[in-house]
């Protein structure tokens, strides 16, 4: 567990980025509190993913700064940002075919092998030694996860629920302390939404801080403390769940004209 409740975990500073002639994401700030859920709530196109792309340093910014822990990490590479405690998972799930639910989350583990490839053609001792922890951490994360009894099947071949969990016990294997989920529970059916809201709760629960993307209502209001809405990449409105539903911006912006007006 960190001890970074209360503390300001993530801090984003007037970022923008376009492409083309698009403002993707428009002077855009907030914070993310340490051990809180925060959610990103936004219409479709509103910057949400391009926001999640630039935390993790896989597009750069056009203006403005990320920090992480107090540090600046605005011009980090991904692999430098996932070092530093940042994991993510993707809105449209990304796993290897060939690959074992075990094997796939052990490829997560590397940062703690040191990610090197090297040793293990001399098998040393060190790396043997190294490899064993990751293994045993993996089995650790597949039971925390819910994984176990599915650990040696392929997981493209899972049920959607379970590939969700597998990408999410990938990003949980590279120790981070900020987690990202973009859409975790799109296309979920709402036994498969339950189950994972309850991983997601079990994960913030031994101190992780999640940042997550989310369409479904129900899921903000149950799991997040705090809710930042964007539109057109710009920051419209900033709250617990409870507050930012009556802003009639956001009725307009996010439910549709009819609600608002409703
Ligand atoms: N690589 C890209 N090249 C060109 N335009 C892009 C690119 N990525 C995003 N955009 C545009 O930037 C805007 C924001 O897109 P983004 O995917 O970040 O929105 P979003 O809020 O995640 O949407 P959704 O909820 O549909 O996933 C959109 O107009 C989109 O078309």
Do not use: C
């Not at 074992?100 to 940062?111: M, R």
């Not at 101190?207 to 903000?220: E, Q, R, S, Y």
């Amino acid at each position: 567990m960190n001890n970074m409740e209360g503390k300001e975990i993530l801090k984003v500073d007037n970022l923008s980025k376009s492409f083309g002639g698009i403002k993707a994401v428009s002077d855009l700030s907030f914070s993310v509190e340490g051990h809180h859920i925060h959610a990103v709530i936004g219409p479709n196109g509103a910057g949400k993913s391009t926001l999640f792309n630039l935390i993790t340093g896989v597009i750069s910014s056009d203006k403005g700064r990320i920090k992480f822990l107090g540090e600046d990490i605005t011009s980090l590479r991904p692999d430098k940002i996932s070092e530093k405690g940042i994991s993510r998972t993707f809105q449209n799930i990304r796993l290897f075919p060939d690959m074992t639910v075990f094997e796939t989350v052990l490829i997560g583990t590397y940062l703690l092998t040191g990610g090197k490839i090297l040793p293990a053609l001399f098998l040393s001792k060190e790396f043997r030694r190294k490899e064993h922890l990751a293994k045993e951490k993996v089995e650790d994360i597949l039971n925390f996860a819910g994984l176990w009894d599915v650990r040696n099947e392929y997981a493209a071949k899972l049920s959607y629920g379970n590939q969700r969990r597998v990408e999410m016990a990938r990003a949980l294997a590279m120790d981070p302390q900020l987690l990202l989920l973009d859409e975790p529970t799109a296309g979920m059916n709402p036994k498969e939404t339950k189950e994972l809201m309850d991983l997601f709760s079990l994960v913030n629960s031994q101190g992780i801080t999640i940042l997550i993307i989310a369409h479904d209502m129900h899921l903000v209001n149950t799991l997040s403390n705090q809710v930042t809405v964007i539109n057109f990449g710009k920051k419209l409105v900033e709250g617990p769940p409870a507050e930012i539903q009556r802003h009639p911006e956001v009725l307009e912006a996010y439910m549709g004209r009819a609600e608002a007006n409703a």
